[in-house]
């Protein structure tokens, strides 16, 4: 073995462990706000917390997520993506912690319900304003380490990491109910493991993380051409970001219904429902990983079809929601959603990353970041005080929402064009044209996958084997 091939090895298994330190941090993070997501409805309930204020306790937060992300996704261009990372862990930890404590006092009555819905806002706005930098810093890292060809999967398998977390908050939160410290002893786990993943962020994770690129003076162009017209303007990115928001407010809608949905499904105490959303939870949670570790890579799945199935099978999710009789169809359909929602996810997140500049991944990071928390600010309140007087409403919307996000993805030709690979023929699958004829075999490089279908992808390539045959007639008549 060379030396050479050594430091090859070396260097992808140190890549693997420090994308597996960045996958934990995500899946610590996903699991604490989906543990606390899955035992909210019922604090509200057992403390007298209105449910639209339930959701609202959010709102604050999201809104100083979406503003603060940009910031840290820009400082992780200046200072390294770990100091950020850990800094948002941090933010996490006493966010999490302060929240036990105040959720602890008001179930023991020590305070009253309107001082625990201004205490659980304020200490999440903590989460909001600092814990908002480790995502975009995240993001940023493993854009930074893999080619456009690896990144679909790359950033799939970190969205993964906030599917695993989704799984494991639900499934552990309940084991956490403690006698002496009840719905708040989740809460407290969760912040122990973050503190925990923190330390591994400073003591394992390599500081220099920023690579050079080629070329300062192109890299200050490529992102000056993408910040041009603001990110939410700029033809190539802006349609993903759109796309983003729209779908992840109808996931948002989902998520913050869906424990107030079984509730009433079940016709049970808050407490006694608690198990029933956990499976829900954790049901919607598994068919969404499924979608991004399992399908999207046995199909090899591009952005422009991850946009395409994700908005349409979360749009038939929601309508099966919508006409659910009991809670068994509720649990279905919320899982169908999901897979779809799984898709769209690692779809918008690939495509807006491709469609910018080395210079720019720090932006787009932070843009995405930005909008997954501008889908809670408003969408929970609204989707949850639209359940509360009209139970079909919330879901009707999220259909007709998703069913006209089917529709821009198929007619915006940013979203069409998303991950595809150029296709030049299979002139383009061989290794030397030259040699055509002179006994050189083509040999594929790539999948070439439209969304125009598989027959006029079918039809190209006759086409191009007839332009390949006459080339080889042409070559064996040469002298």
Known sequence: MTVTHKRSIIADDTRRRDFAIVFAVMMAVAAGNSGLQSVLPAIGREIGIPDPLVAGIFSLSALLWTLSA?????????????PLIAIGLLGFVVSMSGCAVIVLAGLHKLIGPLVVFIGFALMRSLFGLIGSASNPAGQAYVADRTSKEE????????AGAFGVGTVLGPAIAPYFVLPGVSFSGPMFAFAIAALACLVVVLRMLP?????????????????????????????????????????????????YTLGFLVIDKVHMSPTQAQGFIQVAMMGGAVAGLMAQ?????????????????????????????????NYGAVVTAYALASIGFGFARPGFTAGASLAAPPGG????????TAVNGSCIIITPILGVWLYDHLHWAPFTINTIVLAAMVVVVLTNRELIAAGRTPDTGLEAEVTDPAQVGLGETPRPVSAVMTPSGAISQLGRRLRAVRRLEARRKKARLRP
């Open 207 to 255: 500081p220099s993380e920023i690579p050079k690129q080629p070329s300062f003076e192109a890299e200050r162009a490529g992102r000056k051409s993408l910040l041009q017209f603001g990110l939410w303007r700029n033809p190539k990115v802006a349609p993903f970001l759109w796309y983003g928001f729209l779908v992840g407010s109808a996931q948002a809608v989902n998520g």
């Open 151 to 158: 990144r679909t999967d790359a950033l799939a398998t970190l």
């Open 70 to 82: 940009p910031i840290w996704a820009r400082a992780s261009d200046r200072r390294g993506r770990k």
């Open 361 to 368: 991944q720090g932006d787009v990071a932070g843009a995405i």
């Open 293 to 325: 570790w399992g399908l999207i890579r046995i199909f090899h799945m591009k952005p422009n079809h991850l946009l395409l199935w994700g908005a349409g099978l979360a749009g038939l999710g929601n309508l099966f929601i919508t006409l659910a009789p």
